[in-house]
């Protein structure tokens, strides 16, 4: 017997349940319930993660709320009870037997599954991954850090550098291509967000002259994450003051996102991290501007490539607020406040 199977049967043996953050119906934060869950068996390909940290995302809220945002024929049927999250950092515990390349006792990073939803999501103590989705986590930040990054980063990555799979976006006809960087403007909306504030360094790394926008308060921590201009959002309206921009990264997105058409230079780009809402199909055409968006995927293969920039410093997360598992609904009250620095993260004891 092989000493992965060993260490798989000897980690089914014992507890069975965990604690875990569930909902059991849609609504506002008061429906997340601190309670006991089944630890999640292991299937063929996957590990099982002993969780340490969870990263927080907006699709968490957006499920948690019932998909309102969607058309109702886009709404999935939801099982409940239902755990959310993706992101998590961690300790793999127990391995399927046709899992080679990790083994028991790894420090690990993932995004779980997205899109999807079910029993063995992130908040949770435990969770089972698929091996593909996950990474080595970067040894040079904390599992706080690295349980921030993933669903962010990938975000911005597979927009800006490397798209890395076939998933078409419903809402155009051809596929998402990233556009090169270097020597090039690149604006970023939402610059001291999730996704913003990696945009922000994803960029500045390639070699792009940098304008963020924000609130005040996030100048000095963009400037020093590269930007090269900071715009204060709540001061003058930045397509107002830029034009000839080469890439709008719009980390907002929204029906608002069409205002920046008017900043790019003629066969520049727009890509609005949040695509449902843009209208203005026929004016970007008119002034010659390239609109497209994605739509984010699990990779193990590319949370390793970036796990390199975050161990090497060259890209930087920057934490918002911390919050036990169990105050899961204290966390997504913070969330609906807005003005996010950054990530929320949930730390599991």
């Avoid at 904390?142 to 798209?163: D, G, V």
């Amino acid at each position: 017997m092989n000493s992965n199977l060993e260490n798989n049967k000897a980690n089914n043996v014992g507890a069975t349940f965990m604690k875990a953050v569930r909902q059991h119906e849609f609504g506002g934060p008061e429906v997340l319930r601190y309670e006991d869950a089944p630890i999640p068996q292991l299937q063929n390909g996957e590990v099982r993660v002993k969780v340490s940290a969870i990263g927080i995302n907006p699709p968490d809220w957006y499920l948690r709320d019932g998909y309102k945002m969607l058309p109702p024929e886009w709404q999935p049927v939801v099982p409940f009870p239902v755990i959310l999250g993706t992101d998590i950092s961690g300790v793999i515990e127990a391995i399927a037997e046709d899992v080679d390349g990790f083994k028991i006792g790894d420090e690990v990073y993932s995004m779980v599954r997205f899109p999807s939803f079910g029993p063995s999501q992130a908040y949770a103590e435990y969770v089972s991954v698929p091996a593909s989705e996950i990474a080595l986590k970067p040894k040079g930040i904390s599992h706080i850090e690295a349980a921030a990054a993933p669903m962010s980063l990938l975000t911005a990555w597979q927009f800006m550098i490397e798209l890395g799979h076939n998933v078409q976006n419903p809402l155009q006809p051809n596929k998402h291509e990233p556009v090169e960087l270097k020597g090039k403007t690149v604006l970023v909306n939402g610059a001291g967000g999730g996704v913003g504030h990696f945009a922000v360094q994803l960029a500045k790394w390639q070699g792009a002259r940098v304008i963020a926008v924000a609130s005040g308060k996030q100048e000095l921590l963009l400037r020093e994450l590269g930007a090269d201009e900071f715009i204060d959002y709540t001061k003058s309206a930045a397509e107002d003051i830029v034009k000839d921009i080469d890439l709008v990264i719009d980390s907002v997105g929204g029906h608002t996102t069409g205002r920046f058409l008017k900043t790019l230079k003629q066969g520049g780009a727009l890509f609005p991290i949040f695509p449902l809402g843009f209208n203005d199909n026929e004016e970007a055409m008119r002034l010659g501007v390239i609109v497209s968006a994605t739509q984010v995927r699990s990779s193990g293969a590319q949370l390793e490539k970036l796990a390199q920039l975050l161990d090497n410093g060259t890209i930087k997360v920057v934490i918002d607020s911390i919050f036990p598992l169990a105050d899961a609904q204290k966390a997504h009250e913070r969330a609906a406040k807005g003005h996010i620095q950054g990530k929320i993260v949930l730390t599991v004891s």
